[in-house]
């Protein structure tokens, strides 16, 4: 990763980040005790969301999908976070968020290219 954001730093990261990369086709994976596992790919960022109150916190949300009412969409949330990184492609724009929690698992979410979306 290129960057480690600052816990203090997390909610106006978060913020900036939604408003860069919103719509923007994802895939979400896992790296934990089982392995790596692909979560979803394709779904469009909706945005992040951070709840630093409450059991189990910080929670970061991901959200994805949602355009439309009949699209598909879904929430991945990963409680006790202690880490969250970027990597940036060649022109610096965001190109893989990686949040890591208290037990070391790690859930990455990529920006794929419309060409990897549509499968060719």
């Known amino acids: 990763m290129d960057k480690v954001i600052n816990q203090d730093e997390w909610e106006d990261f978060f913020n900036k980040f939604n408003k860069i990369n919103s719509s923007r086709a ?3 994976s896992a790296f934990d ?3 790596a596992q692909t979560i979803e790919h394709g779904l469009s960022l909706s945005g ?3 709840q630093t109150k409450g059991q189990d916190s910080p929670i970061v949300e991901i959200i994805l999908g949602r355009e439309k ?3 598909k969409h879904m929430t991945h949330s ?4 202690t880490q969250v990184a970027v990597k940036f492609d060649d022109a610096g724009r965001e190109e893989v968020l990686e949040i890591e929690n208290e037990k070391g ?6 920006f794929e290219s419309m060409a990897e ?3 060719g």
């Open 26 to 28: 994802t895939r979400l």
């Open 33 to 35: 005790e089982l392995g």
């Open 48 to 50: 992040l969301d951070l």
């Open 69 to 71: 009412p009949e699209q």
């Open 78 to 81: 990963i409680s006790n976070v």
């Open 105 to 110: 698992a790690k859930v990455l979410l990529s």
């Open 117 to 119: 979306v549509g499968g």
